[in-house]
């Protein structure tokens, strides 16, 4: 079963745009991580927040983190046609190497 | 280093058969987790192993079942495949501890015909 949900399902941007998605989870974690896959092929990790932590950034990808909501949200700045791909959140909790994902959100950024 | 790595990348069988998909973490790391992408049910969780055990399992019948090497190299079989078998299967790699990241590896699409 799914951990939570991500919201919007899908997102159509024009490239410099900002694309925001939103994660909830439903159970306490140690940590929240982002996602990115392309097309069917493998997961891309692209970040990781501690539950400890409440805003994270790398290069262009902005992550916050509400505990006490359960929920958690991916900021990508100046979208790229290349940042079209689905969108995974994941939660682990105290389950060895299990991690359970939201259902991820589709974005599409056009030139 | 090398990233996760997963044979074959596709497949095509028939009900009823059976399959076995391998996977080869990233030197270094000792944990393996399975998982099964479908456009309905999307990722699910199959099992994990660490140093040749299996520390967790997912909810799936007993048809689906894996194996760790002293490698840390690990394989997942499917007996007696059903047509709802088709799915991308994604194996992820991690030093093993309840904090790690998970690198997942390019998958492998299973056709079940």
């Known amino acids: 079963s799914q951990q939570g949900e991500e919201d919007p399902q899908a997102l159509s941007i024009q490239e410099g745009e900002n694309a925001t998605m939103n994660c909830s989870y439903k159970t306490s974690i140690n940590n929240l991580q982002w996602y990115r896959q392309n097309s069917g092929r493998g997961l891309v990790h692209l970040i990781l927040i501690r539950s400890n932590e409440r805003e994270k950034h790398s290069g262009r990808l902005r992550v916050t983190l509400d505990t006490s909501k359960k929920s958690s949200s991916l900021l990508i700045t100046a979208s790229r046609a290349a940042d079209t791909a689905s969108y995974f959140c994941a939660t682990d909790g105290d389950s060895w190497g299990k991690l359970q994902f939201g259902a991820g959100t589709q974005v599409v950024v056009t030139p | 280093k090398a990233g996760v790595t997963q044979t074959p990348r596709y497949l095509i069988k028939t009900r009823g058969q059976q399959v076995t998909l391998s996977c080869s973490p990233i030197s270094g790391h000792r944990s393996v987790s399975w998982y099964q992408q479908t456009p309905g049910q999307g990722l699910q969780f199959l099992f994990e192993?660490?140093?040749?055990?299996?520390?967790n399992k997912g909810n799936f019948p007993g048809r689906f079942s894996g194996r760790q090497f002293s490698n840390s190299r690990s394989e997942m079989n499917v007996s007696t495949l059903e047509l709802g078998d088709s799915a991308l299967y994604l194996c992820?790699?991690?030093?093993?501890?309840?904090?790690?990241?998970?690198?997942f590896g390019p998958g492998t699409r299973l056709t079940v015909l």
């Open positions: 992820a790699s991690s030093l093993g501890t309840l904090e790690d990241t998970q690198y």
């Open positions: 192993y660490f140093s040749e055990t299996q520390r």
